[in-house]
């Protein structure tokens, strides 16, 4: 049975309310290429919201520079990430979703700063808007 979330709508919906690039990453579980997000480099104050529903996900005193090309944060906002078990391409990694919308946001995985959480949240550029601190 499929998971129900807050945040419901047919493909067609997601279709017409996403560009094909949201689409494909958040709907789809794609990725982006490395080193073309965003927010890759980006170390704005502020929130990181997902892209497909505007629930807050991350803020930014959590990202870090992990050099993975992809932005990275140590911590998520509490309750806001779905964690799914992910089998594909010959890994076993844990994949990352918006708990509201069920939208596909990256992995994470163990290798973060040790100092803090060790967590780093690999989280693709295009699943994610960006609120600055006012």
């Given at each position: 049975?499929?998971?129900?979330?807050s945040?419901?709508?047919?493909?067609a919906?997601?279709?017409?309310?996403?560009?094909?690039?949201?689409y494909r990453?958040?709907?789809?579980?794609?990725?982006?290429y490395p080193h073309?997000?965003?927010?890759?480099i980006h170390?704005?104050?502020?929130?990181?919201?997902?892209k497909?529903c505007?629930?807050?996900?991350?803020?930014s005193?959590?990202?870090?520079?992990?050099?993975?090309?992809?932005?990275?944060?140590?911590?998520?906002v509490?309750?806001?990430?779905?964690?799914?078990r992910d089998?594909?391409?010959g890994m076993?990694?844990t994949?990352?979703?918006?708990?509201n919308?069920?939208g596909?946001l990256?992995h994470?995985?163990?290798?973060?700063?040790?100092?803090?959480?060790g967590?780093?949240?690999?989280i693709?550029?295009?699943s994610?808007?960006?609120?600055?601190?006012?």
């Open positions: 049975m499929d998971k129900k979330y945040i419901e709508k047919s493909e919906e997601w279709k017409a309310q996403l560009s094909d690039e949201e990453i958040l709907r789809k579980k794609g990725t982006e073309t997000g965003k927010y890759n170390a704005e104050d502020g929130t990181y919201h997902c497909a505007n629930a807050k996900l991350f803020e005193q959590n990202k870090f520079d992990s050099g993975c090309g992809w932005p990275s944060f140590d911590q998520a509490e309750g806001a990430i779905e964690y799914i089998h594909t391409h076993v990694r994949e990352t979703v918006c708990a919308c069920g596909h990256g994470v995985f163990n290798d973060g700063p040790q100092e803090t959480t967590q780093r949240y690999c693709n550029s295009v994610i808007g960006f609120d600055p601190k006012k």
